[in-house]
């Protein structure tokens, strides 16, 4: 039961609804205490970057909305946000670098109560053909039994794009007791002689691009920025305007979450395969920047679950929040690790 907990939070937080931030002594304000320039993040791609992947293509877009307007049903809105989420996400796919960090909070409820806060970081950094991707997730707050379900850290690598992915996680005692704010690969608040290396319970997995995807739930590949289905028919509602000084696009809507919409189809999936039943989003948000040049600049969803756990009728609603990087050669923290020496411990055909 404990380990199908532990799958069930460790997917659930980190998979689909949150990646989130603690600081040393209380939780950051991602809006106002972060400061997003660090190491070129939300700083638009130089020039021979952005020249090697697609731009906007005005032409199509349809239409787009004042800053103040109201979310809009108008198709041609829709339609809009649909081709600018997915063109960033196919540059995000294709292009040879970027870095991101992101971060935010999640309340986690137990039944419609409030039991306590976790938070969560993830950092990835995609160079040519290998791609690195660090989170953790932590809960200030809570009692030694429930540390052990909430907290988890892992770390995903690849060098050959996708065709074999290494993974590996740790539960609540791999992640040191000092400050946790710190999350770089160079200053990591992970104990990594804690991340398992042997043993079913956390044995390192090995997976292949099929496998991948279907135990993760991806969409379309492991670097998609997200596995839900965006286009007109799935949304309910949004805007999309333009900061012709910034050229920046603004996105923002609202995801259809009915049990017969396909946009969250994956989403359902992955909770389910997790053990639970009866599992529905309540609410899914997105407000998404993208550059004239295709690419995004930050990425943020709020959105509400719910679903039954065994006996227990759990929830959580999360705040989400990423910034991305292309400009490699202004970054100096964001970088792979030099020591990946622990995919040597990697097993395949291991259940999760």
Same mark, same amino acid.
């Given at each position: 039961m404990k380990r199908k907990v532990l799958v069930i939070i460790s997917i659930l937080l980190v998979g689909i609804i949150s990646v989130m931030a603690i600081g040393c002594k209380e939780p950051l304000d991602v809006a106002t205490d972060y400061d997003i320039s660090f190491d070129d993040l939300g700083v638009k791609a130089s020039a021979?970057?952005?020249?090697?992947?697609?731009?906007?293509?005005?032409?199509?877009?349809?239409?787009l909305n004042e800053i103040n307007d109201e979310l809009s049903e108008d198709r041609d809105i829709l339609e809009t946000i649909s081709y600018l989420y997915n063109l960033a996400n196919e540059n995000l796919m294709a292009i040879d670098y970027y870095a991101s960090i992101a971060f935010g909070k999640a309340q986690v409820l137990i039944g419609d109560n409030l039991d306590s806060y976790a938070y969560s970081r993830e950092y990835i950094v995609k160079d040519a053909n290998v791609w690195f991707f660090q989170n953790y997730t932590y809960d200030p707050t809570a009692t030694a039994i429930v540390k052990n379900i909430m907290e988890s850290s892992?770390?995903?690598?690849?060098?050959?794009?996708?065709?074999?992915?290494?993974?590996?996680?740790?539960?609540?005692?791999?992640?040191?007791?000092?400050?946790? &704010?710190?999350?770089l690969t160079e200053n990591s608040p992970?104990?990594?002689?804690?991340?398992?290396?042997?043993?079913?319970?956390?044995?390192?997995?090995?997976?292949?691009?099929e496998t991948y995807n279907e135990f993760r739930h991806v969409r379309i590949r492991y670097d998609e920025i997200d596995n839900a289905l965006i286009n007109a028919?799935?949304?309910?509602?949004?805007?999309?305007?333009?900061?012709?000084?910034?050229?920046?696009?603004?996105? &923002?809507?609202?995801?259809?979450?009915?049990?017969?919409?396909?946009?969250?189809?994956?989403?359902?999936?992955?909770?389910?395969?997790?053990?639970?039943?009866?599992?529905?989003y309540e609410k899914q948000h997105q407000i998404i920047t993208i550059w004239k040049d295709g690419l995004f600049c930050s990425y943020h969803t709020d959105n509400l679950w719910r679903g039954k756990f065994g006996p227990f009728l759990y929830g959580s609603a999360n705040d989400y929040q990423k910034w991305f990087t292309y400009n490699k050669a202004n970054v100096t923290k964001l970088v792979v690790p030099k020591d990946t020496s622990w995919t040597a411990n990697c097993r395949e055909d291991e259940s999760d």
């Amino acid at each position: 039961m404990k380990r199908k907990v532990l799958v069930i939070i460790s997917i659930l937080l980190v998979g689909i609804i949150s990646v989130m931030a603690i600081g040393c002594k209380e939780p950051l304000d991602v809006a106002t205490d972060y400061d997003i320039s660090f190491d070129d993040l939300g700083v638009k791609a130089s020039a021979s970057v952005a020249a090697s992947v697609t731009s906007v293509d005005e032409s199509k877009i349809k239409k787009l909305n004042e800053i103040n307007d109201e979310l809009s049903e108008d198709r041609d809105i829709l339609e809009t946000i649909s081709y600018l989420y997915n063109l960033a996400n196919e540059n995000l796919m294709a292009i040879d670098y970027y870095a991101s960090i992101a971060f935010g909070k999640a309340q986690v409820l137990i039944g419609d109560n409030l039991d306590s806060y976790a938070y969560s970081r993830e950092y990835i950094v995609k160079d040519a053909n290998v791609w690195f991707f660090q989170n953790y997730t932590y809960d200030p707050t809570a009692t030694a039994i429930v540390k052990n379900i909430m907290e988890s850290s892992e770390e995903r690598y690849t060098n050959n794009k996708g065709a074999t992915i290494y993974k590996r996680h740790g539960g609540s005692d791999s992640l040191k007791d000092s400050c946790i &704010e710190d999350f770089l690969t160079e200053n990591s608040p992970i104990d990594y002689s804690k991340m398992a290396k042997s043993g079913k319970k956390h044995a390192p997995k090995i997976y292949t691009e099929e496998t991948y995807n279907e135990f993760r739930h991806v969409r379309i590949r492991y670097d998609e920025i997200d596995n839900a289905l965006i286009n007109a028919d799935t949304l309910v509602n949004g805007k999309v305007t333009y900061d012709s000084e910034k050229e920046l696009y603004t996105l &923002e809507f609202n995801v259809n979450v009915s049990n017969d919409c396909e946009a969250l189809e994956k989403g359902r999936q992955n909770l389910s395969a997790a053990g639970g039943t009866s599992v529905y989003y309540e609410k899914q948000h997105q407000i998404i920047t993208i550059w004239k040049d295709g690419l995004f600049c930050s990425y943020h969803t709020d959105n509400l679950w719910r679903g039954k756990f065994g006996p227990f009728l759990y929830g959580s609603a999360n705040d989400y929040q990423k910034w991305f990087t292309y400009n490699k050669a202004n970054v100096t923290k964001l970088v792979v690790p030099k020591d990946t020496s622990w995919t040597a411990n990697c097993r395949e055909d291991e259940s999760d």
